[in-house]
């Protein structure tokens, strides 16, 4: 079966079961980088350390959403 002749299939479908099939297609094309999480996590170390150790500076929230328009 081809990829038009499986769409065409899964139009006939219920609601439910179109929606159980986008979420699993979906979910299959979201796998996480464990190498990428893996760099991520260690700049967020090295920035909270920074942070930490006052090479860093911090930022208020107040400033960060205020309304700038």
Do not use: C, H
Not at 2 to 29: G, M, P, R, V, Y
Not at 38 to 54: I, S
């Amino acid at each position: 079966m081809n990829s038009q002749q499986l769409l065409t299939e899964a139009l006939q479908l219920k609601a439910s079961e179109k929606f159980s099939i986008i979420d699993a297609l979906l979910n299959s094309l979201d796998k996480p980088d464990s190498e990428v999480n893996e760099v991520w996590n260690a700049e967020a170390d090295k920035r909270l350390t920074a942070y930490r150790e006052g090479r860093l500076k911090g930022v208020p929230m107040e400033e960060i959403f205020s309304d700038q328009s």
